[in-house]
């Protein structure tokens, strides 16, 4: 059974720091590639962080870049999020997603969510 499970979420002080992770189980791959996504209620989810397992390339949003770092641990295939200088437009759910390859088709996997709250 295919498990994606996010932890690290709380609530921090603007300038503060928080550390996300996201644990994928229950599968065998030879590429992953494993997204931070976050949502605010009445907008769309948005696209913070990816990392390819096992290449560890990474991509990020303009708004988080400088800030944020996506590191991953390709034996545990966790892959974490080193929030810095949060901003109180940093407040959202967060979600992880792992989306993995057989045969050519794309299949997506996701977490429940963990709540980052920015606030003074």
């Known amino acids: 059974q295919v498990q994606v499970v996010e932890s690290g979420g709380g609530l921090v002080q603007p300038g503060g720091s928080l550390r996300l992770s996201c644990a994928a189980s229950?599968?065998?791959?030879?590429?992953?590639?494993m997204t931070w996504y976050r949502q605010v209620p009445g907008k769309e989810r948005e696209l913070v962080a990816s990392i390819t397992i096992p290449s560890g390339s990474t991509n990020y949003a303009d708004s988080v870049k400088g800030r944020f770092t996506i590191s991953r641990d390709n034996a545990k295939i966790t892959v974490y999020l080193q929030m810095n200088s949060l901003k109180l437009e940093d407040t959202a759910l967060y979600y992880c997603?792992?989306?993995?390859?057989?045969?050519?088709?794309?299949?997506?996997?996701w977490g429940q969510g963990t709540q980052v709250t920015v606030s003074s």
């Open positions: 997603n792992a989306k993995r390859w057989v045969a050519n088709m794309p299949f997506d996997y």
């Open positions: 229950g599968f065998t791959f030879s590429r992953l590639v």
